[in-house]
């Protein structure tokens, strides 16, 4: 019976032992559980690109030959071409929507045609016409980013100049405008950009011709071709 007991006992404290052991045991592995656990990482913030852009375009200004002096029958008018600098600013609403904003000065003479082509040169205008456009832009073709848009113009006349008539005063005017183009994106900011815009503008005007005050009507309506430098802040 003594020994039947210490038997019992020396199996107790093995249990005993064999209790305190395990826990011990086990956490070394739940270390590495632990160590092994995938740290979070916030992505880097995604800085988004301004709205703003600007172009400086060297344009070519090319007038539609066409109008008359009232009252003169056959009467019709030529308009010189010209080629001049021009900037302008674009706003984005959103990756899709802009409005653009051209500015720049084009100098023309305006030349007699048909019944009074002996006139020669009438006289010549410089003018001021900022153009707002609202534009729809393209974003599926990688670099290369097409747009079309349409929008007003309102076209100032300064620094007249009579030539072959005593006098010339073509009035300011509002028209409309329509354009397509592309910007074809070199990195972040900078591109090349094409642009093609058509106004319709078509101003009334004062002449005196030998001391005789006549009206007329000058259709000018312009092509505007572009080819400039594209900056995206």
Do not use: C
């Not at 995604?46 to 003169?72: A, M, N, T, Y």
């Not at 990756?95 to 007699?112: F, M, Q, R, S, Y």
């Not at 980013?145 to 009579?162: E, S």
Request: hydrophobic share 45%; no cysteine; aromatic share 12%.
């Amino acid at each position: 019976m003594p020994m039947h007991r210490s038997a019992i006992n020396q199996l107790s404290a093995l249990a005993a032992l064999f209790a305190l052991a395990a826990p011990l045991a086990s956490a070394p592995a739940m270390a590495a559980d632990v160590a092994a656990a995938p740290v979070y990482k916030a992505p880097p913030p995604v800085e988004e690109q301004s709205p703003w852009q600007i172009r400086v375009r060297l344009l070519g200004v090319i007038p539609d030959d066409g109008g008359k002096v009232h009252g003169v029958q056959g009467s019709d008018l030529d308009y010189s071409s010209s080629v001049v600098p021009e900037l302008d600013i674009t706003y984005y609403f959103t990756k899709n929507w802009a409005a653009e904003l051209i500015l720049g000065v084009t100098p023309h003479d305006i030349d007699g045609a048909g019944t009074i082509s002996n006139l020669g040169k009438i006289g010549e205008v410089w003018l001021l016409p900022p153009t707002l456009t609202l534009q729809y832009h393209f974003t599926d073709f990688g670099a290369f980013k097409p747009y079309i848009g349409a929008g007003i113009n309102y076209t100032f006349f300064f620094d007249q100049k009579a030539a072959a008539a005593d006098a010339l005063d073509v009035k300011d005017t509002f028209g409309w405008a329509l354009q397509v183009g592309f910007d074809y994106m070199l990195d972040e900011h900078w591109g090349i950009n094409v642009d093609l815009k058509k106004l319709f503008l078509q101003p009334d005007f004062d002449v005196t011709v030998a001391g005789q005050k006549l009206t007329g009507k000058a259709d000018l309506d312009p092509w505007i071709v572009g080819l400039g430098v594209t900056y995206r802040f």
